[in-house]
Each structure stands twice: as C-alpha cells, then as structure tokens.
C-alpha cells in the first residue's frame, strides 16, 4: 500500500507552509488545494524548493461548495486507487476570524460564515476523505519500511486546525463568540470522527486537533501588535513543529487536541 499525503486549503498560510514542509521531508506524493488560481499556486508552492514536481498536485477546493470537495475526492479515487494507497497524513487547516468582543458585535451572517469555513467545511472534508484512510481489513503495507513512507507518521492521520481559544475549560477572556464556538465545534467534530475510525480503522488511522500558536498569517494580522515577540511565530516554524507534534503523539493522542509544543489543549 502506497502512502499519499492531503494539505488543505494550501494557497497561503499554515497551509501553504505545511504543503512545502511535507514536499520537503517526505517522498510520497502531496495532494494540495486552493480556492482559485491552481496554477500560480502550484508554482509558489514548488519555487526554491529541490523536489520532483510531478509529486504535487494542486486541486480546486472551497469548502463552502460541497461539489468542489467532491470533486476533488473523486479525481483522488482514480489518481490513488484503494487496492493500492492510502491517505497517510493529512491537515485540514480552513480558517475564518471576525473577532466580537461583545455580544452586541456578533452579527448573525459573519457567525454563519465563521461556522461554514471552521467547522463545516472541515466535516465536509472528512466526509469525503475519510474513505481514503486504511481500514482494519485492509492488508499492511508491504513497504512500511521504504522510502515512501519517510517522514511521515507510523499512524495513518487526520489532523485538524483547532485553535486553544476553543477550549471550554481555557477560556478565561471571553470574546469572539463565533470564532470560539466554532474551534469547539472542531474539536467535537475530532473526538467523534476519532470514535468512528476507532471502530473503521482500529489502531491503523487516527484523527486529532491542532493549536498553532499565533501565526503571521492573514488570520491573525490584526492582533500581532498585542502579542509578544517571541510569542508570535513564523509560519515555516510552525509547519515544522505541527507535522513534529503529529508524528510524535501517535495512538495515545488521538482524540485530543495538540498544541505545538506538544502538549495537550484540555477541551
């Protein structure tokens, strides 16, 4: 059985430095997505970096259409077939930020869309993805030990853009309603997806949640100047210490959400 790994969206961000980080440690090939300009973003994707760009294929993805997701799934079915691969690493990173400090903030359409990009969009992906993940009865793979698996994790995974403020138990400020309730939302989404392949896949798939820190990215350019120096990241760092996180907390950490330390976000 031959591992592929699955980034999305990867046109900016975690996302497109996570795409790049997997190109640049492991050998199997990286399916990637985008919203539009799949061109241009395949190329950024691949500028500077000494890999064979036939490994990278960059897909037409938005999660607010369920047929692009589709869509995508199927040209996976036939690039991938079942008899022969499976999804070995995969990070599900949408994410949507309209930060209300007061309930009278909260506007009912900003808090549709914050739930539609968080946390639908990542059901929908599982929905469609899922069925690439191993099964109990699906054979081992005969070239576990190959180079085709380097860097890669040992488990079959599911990883998903969580956030620490989506934690109950953490929140300690308040504020951005939708934002918050919507990382929860992704870390139930996690728990059960998790319960399922606990049942489909056994001890050959897994699924967890991630925390990145604060990021310099698009999402989070409002509020770097309220956060201290060493406290805000660069995007290739994180890429780094995500794909670390995932290949080290294994089985015992399925289910849960991990930050980038490595250490676990209670929910």
Not at 158 to 165: G, I, N, W, Y
Request: charged share 25%; proline share 5%; aromatic share 8%.
């Amino acid at each position: 059985m031959s591992p592929w790994s699955l980034v999305s969206p990867a046109s900016r961000g975690i996302g497109f430095a996570l795409t790049r980080r997997v190109l640049q440690t492991t050998n199997a090939p990286v399916v990637a997505t985008a919203r539009k300009e799949i061109a241009k973003t395949k190329q950024e994707l691949l500028a500077g970096l000494e890999v064979n760009e036939d490994r990278l294929t960059v897909l037409k993805v938005d999660v607010l259409e369920e047929e692009t997701i589709a869509n995508a799934a199927a040209f996976c079915r036939d690039k991938f077939p079942s008899s022969s691969n499976h999804l070995r690493l995969a990070f599900i990173v949408p994410g949507l930020l309209f930060p209300e400090k007061s309930p009278n903030q909260v506007d009912a359409d900003d808090a549709l869309l914050t739930f539609r990009t968080n946390t639908i969009g990542p059901l929908l992906m599982l929905k469609h993805f899922s069925p690439f993940l191993p099964k109990k009865k699906t054979s081992a793979s005969t070239n576990d030990e190959n180079a085709s698996t380097e860097g890669l994790p040992v488990v079959s995974t599911m990883a998903f853009m969580s956030a620490r403020v989506g934690s109950i138990s953490d929140n300690r400020l308040g504020g951005w309603y939708s934002y918050r309730a919507s990382k929860a939302g992704v870390n139930q989404l996690v728990k059960t997806f998790d319960n399922h392949l606990r049942t489909a896949s056994g001890d050959r798939a897994l699924a967890l949640a991630l925390h990145p820190g604060t990021v310099k990215t698009g999402l989070s350019k409002e509020f770097w100047g309220g956060v201290k120096k060493e406290k805000l990241f660069e995007s290739d760092w994180v890429a780094e210490r995500l794909i670390d996180v995932v290949k080290t907390v294994g089985l015992d950490g399925r289910g849960k959400c991990w930050d980038f330390d490595g250490k676990e976000v209670p929910p």
